[in-house]
């Protein structure tokens, strides 16, 4: 369950979010696996638990990826591409993968986790693709923009898209 969209090269899939967690680390399988651990046995300072699995949409770009609630797209949490240092497919548990990401303005990392029956390995394949994309283009320009200006932009083009389908609908309800 995905959908691209062509103009603005972003791509959705819906998926279950598991949490976020804070790690010591920004990379490794064994973040990871602990990241999983402490999902099953939560810690109060260091975990943000769903009461149950959130079905949210995963949007990814080459700005970074957002996570939306599903229904109602509200933004969860985003994360620009550059800020992500490891992504992969639990080994042991095929339908749960995860990246870890740095925050934009803590001296610290988050492990977000999700479960998918089909996109796993799909998922964790395209977010490296585009990390490559953007770290080779980023190269290329020699140097980088704000980040956080450009993850605020892709924000609001979201929502400016999401403001013109409720204006489209709501016209044709008002009809």
Known sequence: MSDISDDDNEISFAVKFLGRVAVVRSEGMQILNEAVQSLKMPDKESTEKLQKKNKV????????IDILEHKTKFMLYTCPLS??????????TPKVFGFVAKHPAAD??????????KFS????SIIGDAFRATKREASLRGGGRDLIVEALRHKNKV???ENAELRMRLSASGD
Request: aromatic residues 14%.
């Open 121 to 124: 390995h799909l998922l964790v």
């Open 83 to 92: 800020s992500v240092s490891f992504c992969a497919v639990i080994p042991t």
């Open 108 to 117: 610290m990392y988050h492990c977000y986790l999700f479960q998918s029956k």
């Open 159 to 161: 929502l400016q898209r």
């Open 57 to 64: 949409s995963l949007f990814l770009s080459m700005s970074g």
